[in-house]
């Protein structure tokens, strides 16, 4: 089970440098409002690519020195996957409808494997987020609920609920600032190239 978490969130780590890269190569490339919107979309992609396994660098260890139990631990990612969830799903309506677009107008087995693939990863993003936002929402309202009785002075809840949005936000800021660094990486290459 562990490696198949491991395999996950190594392919995750490479399909965020991936589209953070990318983005910065082609933003000088391309014209137009459709083809910046995709990059910008990709960006975002990246951006939830790297907080998946930012996360779990980050709360493997906290959860390890008891700062939080696993109930907590659970809590955690259910606040992160809705922070995450729904950018995740917008963005991906539009990769997934322009790699379409794309398959119909330049029909060519690369084209049509990436609209397959993107179509099977729309699926499932949307039947998951069908199935885990009701429970997720639950385990992040039971969160802000016990900041609502009191927060920090509210004891060892209080605490724990403090530090996991401080985990979530952690997690976040982290991932868009390497997403940035990563764009900005792509965007010297092609610039030194002088495209």
């Not at 109930?71 to 955690?76: F, G, L, R, V």
């Not at 990863?121 to 199935?131: G, L, P, Q, R, T």
């Not at 965007?187 to 030194?192: A, G, L, P, Q």
Request: charged fraction near 10%.
């Amino acid at each position: 089970m562990i490696w198949l978490l491991l395999l996950v969130l190594l392919i995750n780590l490479l399909a965020a440098t991936w589209n953070a890269y990318m983005g910065g190569r082609l933003w000088r490339l391309v014209e137009g409002f459709g083809s910046k919107t995709v990059l910008i979309c990709a960006l975002v992609q990246s951006v939830v690519g790297y907080s998946s396994v930012l996360l779990i660098a980050i709360l493997i260890p906290v959860y390890a020195m008891g700062w939080i139990d696993e109930q907590y631990a659970k809590h955690t990612v259910d606040l992160w996957y809705l922070m995450i969830i729904f950018p995740a799903l917008g963005t991906g309506i539009v990769i997934w409808m322009h790699s379409l677009l794309g398959a119909i107008r330049h029909p060519g087995s690369g084209n049509f494997l990436v609209a397959v693939w993107n179509s099977f990863a729309m699926w499932h993003n949307i039947s998951s987020a069908i199935e885990h936002v009701p429970e997720a929402a639950k385990g992040a309202g039971e969160l802000l609920g016990t900041l609502g009785k009191g927060g920090a002075s509210g004891g060892k809840d209080g605490l724990a609920a403090i530090i996991i949005i401080g985990i979530v936000a952690l997690t976040i800021g982290l991932s868009i600032t390497i997403t940035y660094l990563v764009f900005c990486w792509g965007y010297r290459v092609t610039e030194e190239e002088g495209l």
